[in-house]
């Protein structure tokens, strides 16, 4: 059997003895594996390697920990090893450039499989999306635990060779280098020049000192030029990964397996309805199946007859995905649109964007509607009224207008306090129980699902069963594919 | 308003305008040198005619080319894209636009939440000053941090100002690479249901923050005074929910609700109540520390549209077009000149075609001015440009000439 992943990028053909090839823990997977493999092995080192990303992706979104804390790290490394993946809890574990057939075992595993999932995850841009994300997360976690010498073995390793800036020249910056950066000890760390587009990450947050188009950074945020490096290198290697995948489909035992990981995160995206939903009714759905994301955004819409663009996106994507139809979309947002405006302005400014929600203008894809996470993650500014009321409100905005709603003050109360705290998709369900009068505790992941769960109960006096371990795991699992935005900067 | 009648005059005009006024020449070696190593003819153009029909994907490879379209088309509005892989007007499918000049576009309607001369498309000396404040941060802030030096300013038209930087690094950005200058530029952060929209944190102030301060000073208490930001009841009821301590928000409301409604000195008096409320109350100090800096920057700050910068090939108004609303010629203005801009003074296309027209000459005069400054940011594009590639050139060749140890980038 030939199970040789052929791609054409290949600059030197592995060779040698495993420790010439696996010199360090952490690699940057230039050179794709040349070796035969069987296909269980193929199989098994796919899947787990699929574990170990979604291990990850929990840890960030579900858990909320933060990425490289300390719990963050625990939490992983805890998982890894009860699931059974010991060789990857010990790649993340010390990160370093040990010589045992156990570290040589491990550093193949992860290096074949790194190359699997870039074939599974080639396929479309969302899935691209959220590979990288989630390597990028691997990288970083790797790159932090690394100590002492390993960090300099790595770096010539790689031919990465920065020189640092004379003390002189710290000398005269040094104000602003305390002003700019969030360490305490700046005095004593030595500090390297880069271009300013090397170190986006920072320059994004505003955590580095930038003059003349130069970034100058202390040695611990040079993870921050290592990922950008290795961010631009897997994107371009899954560009070309997916130009290849015509040969690799040639064969059909590894087409199903490619294709079967990728099914196993593409759930239900809600682009596609079968119900239909007219807009007459719009009005007594929005009071109690929208969920208050959507409720305001269609408050403000009767209100002030206008919506800014994101909201236009928001809301008119959901509306698409609960069953209203293009004409009845187009209706509608005319209906409004035309009590500020004439007919004429609304035809050529607007109505081509409620047709581009249906995938019937410009690139012609039909967007899926958007799910909490990226409605959470939104950018909201000065005009805007989407986003996630239970983050996007202030607290006295949030409980003024539930309270104006005619809600208990008591449960009222939880809410407010559930989305202060951070909590906003539980403070949603806690919403959703206020509204419906009823203890589902759901978990909501989705403004579509939030609606099609209160239709069930609305409607069929059906009592919901709150599957939560099943449910909320696999819808998690969807979310996370898009709702990159916050990790991937667009 | 402009009405009906002139609009219908203005297919008359453009073809005069274009022919006579428009700066063709300069502006064909500004796309030229802005669309360089591809050639000119991959740069996307747009043109809104007449009856607002859009056209996109046109393209030119010379100004005579130009010239023709132009008359050919009449286009009421000219809008300029990015640099495609082949000519936009071919292969649709699988072209890609690989370079476009980082711009920016801020819009007095963003700021109608905190004016109060006036709203929507309409604008006045008053609050053309947040344009002024914009413009003098973003232009320090492009030169001083990010080091770029050939950065083009226009009037929109009405009501806003475009930012055109044509830096062979900031032409190549990718989407990321924009959105992390735009975030990095952007202070003013949420919707409708926030009140307090800048956070500052409580550790030192970003050098490019303090910088920004500095500016927004010396206009800030002028503003307060104009707009009035306090004054009336409402208005203070607004700056009130900013404050993020309930007890420093009603020791404030208590003394400013009965005082005259004179904005600053509403303002001096809550500048004492805060000082004061600081020093004694040093627990909850943490979240006010930068209170102060946080409401300047919220009333004053640049407001930006940052899609537009973030986008690779969005469509931005070109320099010298006209607006079609006001007749007003988008012009060049310098960054240091734009305080004194009037905009009364900002030439249209009926005052530059009518000899009998009052302003006539004055605006004949302006004209020029906004093209001299044009070409004179063109003129030292393209005197970066060439040094840039002599620079280039040598570079190849010695690494030609010797090995090459490269940086880590090219290597991974």
Known sequence: MDFKLKRKSIKTPISGSLKETYPHDLQFYKVPPTCDINLQEFETLALERVTLLRTLATATTLKGLRLNSEEYTEYVLGELRTQGLKYYARLCEKSGCAETAADFEARRKDHIAHFILRLAYCRTEELRRWFVAREMELFKMRFAVMRGEAVDVFFKLNNLCYTNITDNEKNEIIHYLRECLPYQNIDNMKFYKVKFYEVLDLVKTRKVYLSGGYAYIPHRDFISVLSALYRTHLRQSLAIASQHLGEIEQDERLVSLLKGLHQSYSGNDYSETKSVVPIESLDSLSLKSFPLCMRQLHEQLRMAHHLKHGGRLQYGLFLKGIGVTLEDSLRFWRDEFTKIMELDKFEKQYAYNVRYNYGKEGSKRNYSPFTCLKIINTPVGPGDCHGCPYRHCDTSNLKNKLLGYGYDPQAVHEVVDLAKKGHYQIACSKYFDTVHNEDVGLGINHPNQYFEESQKIIKGGIKVEPKKEKVTIKKEEIDDLEGMDFDEPL | ?412
């Open chain 2, 1 to 412: 308003m402009v009405g009906q009648h002139d609009e219908n005059l203005l297919s008359d005009m453009l073809p005069i305008y274009y022919t006579r006024l428009f700066p063709q020449n300069i502006f064909c070696r500004w796309l030229t040198c802005g669309s360089y190593p591809h050639p000119v003819s991959n740069r996307e153009l747009s043109f809104t005619l007449a009856d607002d029909v859009y056209i996109r994907y046109l393209s030119i490879n010379n100004q005579k080319d130009f010239q023709t379209l132009l008359q050919k088309k009449i286009p009421h509005k000219l809008d300029i894209g990015g640099v495609y892989n082949t000519k936009p007007s071919i292969a649709r499918h699988d072209s890609v636009v690989l370079a476009r000049e980082l711009v920016f576009d801020i819009d007095l309607t963003d700021y109608d939440e905190i004016r109060t001369c006036c709203q929507e498309a309409k604008v006045c000396e008053k609050c053309w000053k947040f344009m002024v404040i914009a413009c003098e941060i973003i232009d320090k802030a492009l030169r001083d941090d990010f080091g770029f030096q050939n950065i083009l300013w226009v009037f929109s038209g009405r009501r806003g100002i475009h930012c055109w930087v044509s830096d062979y690094e900031a032409r190549t950005l990718d989407s990321p690479g924009r959105g992390a200058i735009a975030d990095y530029m952007c202070l003013i952060m949420g919707g409708d249901n926030q009140n307090k929209k800048v956070n500052l944190g409580s550790d030192n102030i970003h050098t490019s923050i303090r910088r920004a301060l500095n500016i927004i000073d010396q206009y800030f208490e002028q503003l307060l005074e104009e707009q009035g930001f306090i004054s009336t009841a409402d208005r203070l009821q607004t700056f009130l929910k900013i404050m993020p301590d309930e007890n420093l928000k009603s020791q404030t409301e208590k003394v400013l609700a009965k005082m005259s409604e004179a904005s600053l000195d509403r303002w001096k008096a809550f500048l004492n109540i805060y000082n004061n409320y600081y020093r004694e109350n040093s627990n909850s100090s943490r979240k006010i520390k930068y209170l102060i800096e946080e409401i300047k920057i919220q009333y004053c700050y640049p407001r930006l549209d940052v899609n537009v910068t973030k986008g690779f090939n969005h469509l931005l108004k070109s320099p010298f077009s006209i607006h079609p609303k006001t007749g007003k010629v988008c012009v060049v203005f310098k960054p240091g000149n734009a305080k004194n801009m009037k905009l009364d003074e900002v030439p249209t296309i009926y005052s530059l075609l009518d000899d009998s027209s009052p302003d006539n000459a004055q605006h004949q005069v302006n004209m020029r001015v906004a093209v001299k400054n044009f070409q004179e940011v063109v003129f030292s594009l393209e005197k970066t440009e060439a040094m840039r590639r002599r620079n280039d050139a040598r570079v190849a060749n010695r690494s030609i000439a010797t090995s090459p140890v490269d940086r880590g980038k090219a290597k991974i």
